[in-house]
């Protein structure tokens, strides 16, 4: 089965929530997953699916945790090609900068040759309270994908 590493973004802790949801699904099924809170980008496999799971902070900010790991990517020339990611972005439609924090991970993973798995899912705080629904949804549309 896939192995997968949720590589999680957030400030209050309601992310983490929905990433450790997304993993239980996952292990269900009998892949492996991994959730990182301090996610170290030389210590990640390109051979995992990267599956992002972060918020956005303040006006279109990343969270504290993952800001270390957004920085490793922006000073690295590691080649991830043939890296697969997702994104699943949850936010708050009332900020013009809804869901933007995550979508600086994803630039610089496609920058450094990482292609998307799937299209991305944003959730929206004022419409869905709560976010693992749509989340577990989500997954459950493409993780037949997954081998």
Aim: hydrophobic share 45%; charged share 20%; with cysteine.
């Amino acid at each position: 089965m896939a192995k997968i590493a949720l590589i999680v973004g957030t400030t209050l802790g309601g992310t983490e929530y929905v990433a450790d949801d997304m993993a239980a699904q996952l292990v269900e099924l009998g892949h492996q997953a991994e959730v990182y809170m301090q996610a170290e980008l030389m210590k990640l496999s390109a051979e995992s699916l990267w599956l992002i799971v972060s918020s956005t902070h303040g006006a279109g900010e990343l969270p504290d945790n993952i800001k270390p790991f957004y920085e490793q990517l922006m000073a690295s020339d590691r080649d991830l090609r043939g890296l697969k990611f997702a994104l699943c972005a949850i936010g708050d439609s009332n900020y013009d900068t809804f869901c933007h924090g995550p979508e600086k991970i994803i630039d610089q993973l496609k920058r450094l040759g990482g292609d998307p798995f799937v299209d991305k899912i944003q959730i929206d705080i004022q419409s869905t309270p709560v976010p693992e629904e749509p989340a577990l949804a989500w997954l459950a549309q493409w993780q037949h994908l997954l081998n």
